[in-house]
């Protein structure tokens, strides 16, 4: 399931499971704009057909790679509101969610009351292929990678 776009062997993860459990192919990395077309952000992986946006967290985020923790927490709590303020939900995922599976009918609910976003605020990103979900793919998907 590699593809180019994937920052993390989480988001790869994360993708190989979608495609496990049969979810349609998201796109990943796509660049998000306000209705002003101001760059909110990027989303890991984006289904811009329901306004969904999925983000892996990683523990890089919190150990002070990428700045002092509050300021991280800050510029997430930002962004993640300008997403919702343009109708985009996100859900976040991490290890201990992922191995709960309680993301699964978290995401079928979304993707039940989501609309497309319009595609004049989205540029970029990389829409991997998907092969067809076939019976004997789902019977034994590897849930603990």
């Not at 927490?73 to 709960?100: P, T, V, W, Y």
Request: charged fraction near 30%; charge should be negative.
């Amino acid at each position: 399931m590699a593809t180019r776009g994937c920052e993390s062997p989480r988001e790869s993860w994360l993708k190989y499971l979608l495609f496990a459990y049969g979810f349609p192919a998201p796109t990943v990395q796509l660049t998000v704009l306000d209705s002003c077309f101001y760059q909110i952000g990027r989303g890991d992986t984006v289904y811009e057909d329901y306004s969904i946006v999925l983000e892996y967290d990683g523990g890089k985020k919190y150990d002070g790679t990428y700045g002092p923790l509050a300021e991280v927490l800050q510029k997430e709590r930002h962004r993640e509101r300008a997403l919702h303020n343009e109708g985009m939900d996100i859900l976040r995922f991490d290890k201990e969610s992922i191995a709960r599976e309680t993301w699964v009918d978290e995401l079928k609910r979304m993707m039940k009351r989501g609309k497309p976003f319009p595609h004049e605020q989205l540029l970029g990103g990389y829409k991997p292929v998907f092969p067809p979900v076939t019976p004997e793919l789902l019977s034994t998907p590897d849930r603990n990678l």
